[in-house]
Nanobody, 132 residues
Framework: QVQLVESGGGLVQAGGSLRLSCAAS????????MGWFRQAPGKEREFVGS????????????YFADFVKGRFTIVRDAAKNSAYLQLNNLKPEDTAVYLC?????????????????????WGQGTQVTVSS
């Protein structure tokens, strides 16, 4: 079982930045994908981005939703079993609860990366609010 805990959300003005953290604990695999989704009130959960690797020392690959358009990045810290979502140039429409998700397998297609069902574990989410 894997537990995920997100942190780093908050209130920021449009154009500002936030860094969200997702820490994984419990039984973890050397192959992993950690993803971020978001859900705004009254809207469906949508994929934001993910990072995947096939071994502890292997390079990572990232996938992002089209709406990100270079504003967000994801990095991982293998030693801390954590992933970080850097949100830059935030817009009011980015306001949502951001959820971390993980699966104990590497991801080789953007289609899989963007499917909520691809992920077996989910965190509780952290609120991001962007004011205009």
């Amino acid at each position: 079982q894997v537990q995920l805990v997100e942190s780093g959300g908050g209130l920021v003005q449009a154009g500002g930045s936030l860094r969200l953290s997702c820490a994984a604990s419990g039984r973890t695999s050397t192959k992993q994908t950690m993803g971020w989704f978001r859900q705004a009130p009254g809207k469906e959960r949508e994929f934001v981005g993910s990072i995947t690797w096939s071994g502890t020392l292997s390079p990572s690959r990232t996938y992002f939703a089209d709406f990100v358009k270079g504003r967000f990045t994801i990095v991982r810290d293998a030693a801390k079993n954590s992933a970080y979502l850097q949100l830059n140039n935030l817009k009011p429409e980015d306001t949502a609860v951001y959820l971390c998700a993980a699966t104990e397998q590497a991801t080789y297609s953007s289609a899989d990366a963007g499917r909520a069902r691809w992920y077996a574990y989910w965190g509780q989410g952290t609120q991001v609010t962007v004011s205009s």
